[in-house]
């Protein structure tokens, strides 16, 4: 039961998305259990939740048909999105890829010395 003053949460519905995500702004939520998304300008029940709403609507073939109903420019607004999102991953791709290489590389100590920063082999043996 709700606090006394304040509304229950409303469970999720085609007028409460799930998120702030701007795509809700061009689906409703059918199903949610089962990841049900219903596009505004065609009426098409998608599976697959928000993200094959994106694609959808960014017309990008494979996954799902594209929308025969949407503005060029919502379109475009979601094929930049998608391109975005995708050069966001592969950059966070390299950069954990990046991390492990420097994680299983073997430690190095340093020494700070008056000329700056110079690495040194502290663990071998002194030659000579």
């Not at 994680?103 to 920063?117: E, I, T």
Request: hydrophobic share 30%; aromatic share 6%; charged share 30%.
């Amino acid at each position: 039961m709700a606090a006394e003053g304040r509304a229950a949460p409303a469970p999720h519905s085609s007028s409460n998305p799930p998120s702030t995500d701007p795509a809700w702004a061009h689906g409703i939520v059918v199903d949610m259990a089962r990841r049900k998304v219903q596009c505004k300008y065609c009426d098409r029940v998608l599976s697959g939740g928000i993200f094959r709403l994106k694609q959808h609507l960014a017309g990008i073939k494979g996954e799902v048909a594209p929308c025969s109903r949407v503005s060029a420019e919502v379109r475009m607004q979601f094929c930049q999105y998608m391109k975005e999102k995708e050069t966001s991953k592969a950059n966070t791709s390299r950069r954990r890829q990046q991390i492990r290489e420097d994680l299983s590389a073997p430690p190095r100590r340093s020494v700070d010395l008056p000329r700056g920063r110079q690495f040194f082999d502290l663990d071998q043996d002194e030659e000579g």
